[in-house]
């Protein structure tokens, strides 16, 4: 939810999604498997904003080999591939946070100006805050909100209560 209104307030018109879950249902599945998965929540809230998004602005590790070596060389290539088309988005979801190196790589050596020609909206754990010289809007969590959730799994398993997934709460920082 976050991820699309972050894309909808910064004036984007068509969104890109540039996402290195790759343990996940692909994002181009459908279905009742793939209902609810993060990529189809995300493509659903996205839509919902009036948003635009094609199946070629989507890069994840369902686009290669399911797995991601190199976070960095992953997130140039997917921009790049993303940036290639003959239409582009006008804004571009970069999802986890180690993502965010590569794909500022591409957009500077390609020398696009963010956020004129394209709008980032990026993710961040708030303890560990990228450098990042563009402006743009950072959904964000906290790592300690995950770390308690896993540990509440962890004593729930034990003392043999019902698994429920946790989902930490993100928030949107606009950085000018």
């Excluded at 754990?125 to 906290?142: A, G, I, K």
Aim: glycine letters at 6%.
């Amino acid at each position: 939810e976050r991820a699309a209104e972050g894309l909808a307030k910064s004036g984007c018109r068509r969104a890109g999604l540039l996402l290195s879950l790759s343990d996940c249902a692909d994002p181009r599945e459908s279905g009742e498997q793939a209902r609810h998965t993060f990529f189809v929540r995300l493509r659903q809230e996205i839509v919902a904003r009036g948003l635009e998004i094609r199946d070629e602005w989507i890069f994840t590790g369902h686009n290669e080999s399911n797995t991601v070596d190199d976070y960095s060389r992953f997130a140039f290539d997917g921009f790049n591939a993303i940036w290639d088309r003959a239409e582009r988005p006008d804004g571009l979801f970069v999802f986890t946070d180690d993502l965010i190196p590569g794909t500022l790589i591409a957009a500077l050596a390609r020398r696009i100006d963010i956020p004129g020609e394209l709008k980032l909206v990026l993710h961040r754990n708030q303890e560990l805050q990228p450098l990042c010289p563009v402006p743009c809007c950072f959904v964000e969590n906290r790592v300690r909100d995950i770390a308690a959730g896993l540990i509440s799994l962890v004593v729930d398993q034990y003392e043999g209560r019902d698994i429920i997934p946790i989902e930490p709460a993100y928030h949107q920082v606009f950085q000018p």
